[in-house]
């Protein structure tokens, strides 16, 4: 008997996923263990101060992705459980899937893969590029779709950061350069693929509300409180880590002040945008990842978190508007705005630090955790790694790079996959909206045909 049409789509996302957790169930219990048990007592001591030094950072990101970047993206108001849930559902399958792929690719020794917390929090920074990547097409996609493109994202990330931290020896601990501009640019490129060259006018559901605007604040908040964790737990424990933090914290304090200085210059009436402080708090933080453990003065850290936010506001009030009109580019939640352009910055900084720094004949200099194909006791060190400052400099340049093309190209492919019908891309006019993916028990609050489960029924038919 033929499936219906309209509860096909229904039945895609249970059979994806249910296919995709049988087959990890599967793969675990097969190949995957945990690190055996260390007989001497000082290994014991040794291995628990790692963890009760790397698991505080690791709880403090999962806030960040869990809460904070799900609230943050709750600034639709019609869409807050949609895009509460689907953060999360990416989360927890991108980290499966990117543990997978990172076990596969380095640690398969002796037909075992040996599980501990390093390697779980590699693949939740994985993650974390998907989650970024979304935002780009935040409502417009269904969760098909969108698991689709964390499948497709995360092999093409870890090959990336293979290349850019293994080969070319990046230094990038907070992951400026290897997470938000190539989930920027990803995500861009599946955006531009997915909708084409079609300009849509504003979606009557876009518009935020007072109410959602201050959920989506909360989150930003949560995100700016936990912020220097996510940049400091791969750096080696003592001068490095500390300083990661503390130029995190000025970043982002430099940030939040200039965002609102940038915001009420540009309103004619001098009131504050709430999408300005959303972002542009947060982005000295994504600016300063990849300089916070290399040695440079505080006021470097001030500047430079400064700096990304007004780029950051300048870019929603001007190049946002400006890239919809002469490129049709679609971008719901201003990634480019918030990690795109912060990343580029951020990347340039770290060319001119790593020039300054190889005049400095103190020979301090910059050390973090490899997030590559390592365990928490491999360590990236060195003077560059043995380069001067002008080819480290070129290392930096050249990472960057990388970055953006190998992003952009498998954004675009990855958009393209996307199309495809069977991936029930929702409706137009039931795009933004909760009621097409979730039993809304209070239909009070959301009024009129387009909620009604009639019309969902009739807009998956078509």
Same mark, same amino acid.
């Given at each position: 008997?033929?499936?219906?049409?309209?509860?096909?789509?229904?039945?895609?996302?249970?059979?994806?996923?249910?296919?995709?957790?049988?087959?990890?169930?599967?793969?675990?219990?097969?190949?995957?263990?945990?690190?055996?048990?260390?007989?001497?007592?000082?290994?014991?001591?040794?291995?628990?101060?790692?963890?009760?030094?790397?698991?505080?950072?690791?709880?403090?990101?999962?806030?960040?992705?869990?809460?904070?970047?799900?609230?943050?993206?709750?600034?639709?108001?019609?869409?807050?459980?949609?895009?509460?849930?689907?953060?999360?559902?990416?989360?927890?399958?991108?980290?499966?899937?990117?543990?997978?792929?990172?076990?596969?690719?380095?640690?398969?020794?002796?037909?075992?893969?040996?599980?501990?917390?390093?390697?779980?929090?590699?693949?939740?920074?994985?993650?974390?590029?998907?989650?970024?990547?979304?935002?780009?097409?935040?409502?417009?996609?269904?969760?098909?779709?969108?698991?689709?493109?964390?499948?497709?994202?995360?092999?093409?990330?870890?090959?990336?950061?293979?290349?850019?931290?293994?080969?070319?020896?990046?230094?990038?601990?907070?992951?400026?350069?290897?997470?938000?501009?190539?989930?920027?640019?990803?995500?861009?490129?599946?955006?531009?693929?997915?909708?084409?060259?079609?300009?849509?006018?504003?979606?009557?559901?876009?518009?935020?509300?007072?109410?959602?605007?201050?959920?989506?604040?909360?989150?930003?908040?949560?995100?700016?409180?936990?912020?220097?964790?996510?940049?400091?737990?791969?750096?080696?424990?003592?001068?490095?880590?500390?300083?990661?933090?503390?130029?995190?914290?000025?970043?982002?304090?430099?940030?939040?002040?200039?965002?609102?200085?940038?915001?009420?210059?540009?309103?004619?009436?001098?009131?504050?945008?709430?999408?300005?402080?959303?972002?542009?708090?947060?982005? %000295? +933080?994504? $600016?300063?990842?990849?300089? =916070?453990?290399?040695?440079?003065?505080?006021? !470097?850290? *001030?500047?430079? @978190?400064? /700096?990304?936010?007004?780029?950051?506001?300048?870019?929603?009030?001007?190049?946002?508007?400006?890239?919809?009109?002469?490129?049709?580019?679609?971008?719901?939640?201003?990634?480019?705005?918030?990690?795109?352009?912060?990343?580029?910055?951020?990347?340039?900084?770290?060319?001119?630090?790593?020039?300054?720094?190889?005049?400095?004949?103190?020979?301090?200099?910059?050390?973090?955790?490899?997030?590559?194909?390592?365990?928490?006791?491999?360590?990236?060190?060195?003077?560059?790694?043995?380069?001067?400052? %002008? +080819?480290? $400099?070129?290392?930096?340049? =050249?990472?960057?790079?990388?970055?953006?093309? !190998?992003? *952009?190209?498998? @954004?675009? /492919?990855?958009?393209?996959?996307?199309?495809?019908?069977?991936?029930?891309?929702?409706?137009?006019?039931?795009?933004?909206?909760?009621?097409?993916?979730?039993?809304?028990?209070?239909?009070?609050?959301?009024?009129?045909?387009?909620?009604?489960?009639?019309?969902?029924?009739?807009?998956?038919?078509?």
């Amino acid at each position: 008997m033929a499936v219906p049409p309209s509860t096909h789509p229904r039945r895609l996302l249970p059979l994806f996923l249910g296919l995709f957790q049988g087959a990890l169930l599967l793969f675990f219990a097969l190949f995957v263990t945990y690190d055996e048990a260390s007989a001497q007592a000082e290994d014991i001591n040794l291995v628990a101060n790692q963890i009760y030094s790397t698991f505080p950072f690791f709880q403090d990101i999962q806030v960040m992705l869990v809460v904070g970047l799900g609230l943050l993206l709750t600034f639709l108001p019609r869409y807050g459980f949609s895009a509460l849930t689907h953060n999360f559902l990416l989360l927890n399958f991108s980290v499966q899937w990117a543990l997978v792929l990172q076990g596969l690719l380095h640690h398969f020794h002796h037909g075992q893969i040996h599980l501990d917390l390093h390697k779980l929090l590699i693949s939740e920074f994985a993650a974390v590029t998907v989650l970024i990547s979304v935002g780009a097409i935040l409502g417009k996609a269904s969760p098909c779709q969108l698991l689709v493109m964390a499948t497709c994202e995360i092999p093409v990330y870890l090959a990336s950061e293979w290349v850019m931290v293994i080969c070319l020896g990046v230094l990038d601990v907070g992951g400026t350069i290897t997470i938000h501009v190539f989930s920027c640019y990803f995500g861009l490129g599946v955006s531009k693929a997915l909708f084409r060259a079609t300009q849509q006018p504003l979606h009557p559901k876009e518009t935020p509300t007072p109410r959602s605007d201050l959920m989506s604040l909360v989150g930003t908040l949560i995100l700016w409180v936990f912020w220097p964790s996510f940049v400091a737990v791969l750096c080696q424990p003592g001068d490095a880590q500390h300083r990661a933090i503390l130029n995190t914290l000025l970043a982002m304090s430099a940030s939040a002040i200039t965002t609102v200085v940038a915001s009420s210059l540009l309103e004619r009436d001098g009131k504050l945008s709430p999408g300005h402080l959303q972002n542009g708090s947060l982005a %000295g +933080g994504v $600016a300063i990842g990849v300089v =916070a453990d290399m040695p440079m003065p505080p006021v !470097a850290a *001030l500047a430079l @978190g400064s /700096l990304s936010a007004v780029v950051c506001v300048l870019g929603f009030r001007f190049l946002t508007p400006l890239l919809g009109r002469k490129l049709t580019l679609h971008d719901q939640c201003g990634i480019h705005n918030l990690h795109g352009l912060p990343g580029i910055l951020g990347a340039a900084a770290s060319v001119v630090a790593v020039l300054v720094a190889s005049k400095d004949t103190s020979g301090s200099h910059s050390s973090q955790l490899s997030p590559v194909g390592g365990n928490a006791s491999e360590v990236v060190e060195g003077q560059w790694g043995g380069r001067g400052g %002008g +080819g480290q $400099a070129l290392c930096q340049a =050249a990472g960057l790079a990388v970055a953006v093309g !190998a992003s *952009l190209l498998a @954004g675009l /492919l990855t958009g393209a996959a996307l199309r495809l019908p069977c991936l029930a891309r929702p409706p137009e006019r039931l795009c933004f909206d909760d009621s097409l993916y979730f039993k809304i028990q209070d239909q009070a609050e959301s009024p009129g045909p387009d909620s009604s489960a009639e019309e969902g029924a009739l807009a998956l038919k078509e």
